[in-house]
């Protein structure tokens, strides 16, 4: 079945640092792949989106490109800051622009320190 | 804009006791979800209602019933708890064409 394998964490970095938060995935078809974000005591929020190969989704400063060849959905940030401190959830749908189910990656913690 | 509510927050059973977890949304929504996180599993779907009146099995459905009371309303139950259930459940619901909108959870601890 579809699934999504995320990098483990905990991932700290100091503030201005560079983030990269792998994931790849597996799945039939040409999935819709997203990003959510989990602050402290929160449910998840869409931090962004791609629905096809070379897609670029973006939302306050991180960026992912939908990689096809390698079926990866790598997050980025430039220069991250103490309020990005979530869990980062990647996730796969199935065809359609949102699905009906999501498939989600176990999660990454992002620590910042100031 | 309250969005998607759940309740309680939080919850202790006792291993075989039953409780239902409740799950309003003011957006709308045709479909709703039930969603369980654990560490290093991430989010794995319980139950879905695709429209009022239907519900489908997800993932890990074992353990657990639903209910779709209305088009607002969506309900997990536990019928007998047991400790492999403690975990954090979502509700999340979504329009025709919108992302998932998840509420704050309920933290339940199974004994």
């Known amino acids: 079945g579809d699934s999504v394998t995320q990098m483990e964490g905990p991932v700290t970095l100091s503030e201005e640092a560079f983030l990269t938060i792998n994931c790849t995935y597996t799945a039939t078809g040409y999935p819709s792949l997203f990003w959510y974000v989990q602050y402290p005591g929160e449910g998840l929020q869409l931090l962004l989106k791609a629905t096809k190969a070379d897609d670029k989704g973006s939302n306050k400063g991180f960026e992912a490109t939908y990689r096809k060849e390698t079926t990866s959905f790598h997050l980025e940030k430039g220069s991250v800051q103490v309020s990005d401190s979530a869990v980062y959830f990647c996730a796969l749908s199935d065809s359609s622009e949102y699905g009906n189910k999501l498939v989600f990656g176990a999660g990454t913690i992002l620590r910042v320190k100031s | 804009n309250a969005g998607v509510t759940q309740t309680p927050k939080f919850q202790v059973l006792k291993t075989g006791q039953s409780m239902t977890l409740q799950c309003a949304q003011d957006?709308?929504?045709?479909?709703m979800y039930w969603y369980r996180q654990d560490p290093g599993m991430g989010l794995r779907l319980i139950y879905y209602?695709?429209?009022?009146?239907?519900?489908d099995k997800g993932e890990v459905p074992n353990g657990y019933n639903v209910s779709r009371l209305n088009k607002r309303e969506f309900s997990l139950r536990l019928e007998s708890a047991a400790p492999s259930q403690t975990s954090v459940y979502f509700c999340?619901?979504?329009?025709?064409?919108?992302?998932?909108?998840f509420g704050n959870g309920t933290r339940l601890t199974v004994t």
């Open positions: 209602s695709a429209s009022e009146g239907t519900t």
């Open positions: 957006m709308n929504h045709n479909s």
């Open positions: 999340a619901s979504r329009g025709v064409l919108s992302p998932l909108h």
